[in-house]
């Protein structure tokens, strides 16, 4: 995934905290994700790691690219 977007293609919302369990985004920032500046995105991307950890949430690890053929 690009370095634009926290998301690891684990898309599960928790739903006692609302956030996804794959990046920490809740839903409406997953929805207009594509709509914020670099600086705005930055800024969500800033409070995740601290956001998981406080509700108690463990970042799932991403899953493995594969290779075709």
Known sequence: MSKETPCIAVCMIDPKTSLCLGCGR???????????????????????????TEAGLVQQPAPPIRNAG
């Not at 839903?27 to 956001?51: C, F, G, N, Y």
């Open 26 to 52: 809740t839903l409406p920032e997953i929805a207009r994700w594509h709509r914020m500046d670099s600086a705005e995105r930055q800024a969500v991307m800033a409070l995740l790691k601290t956001r998981m």
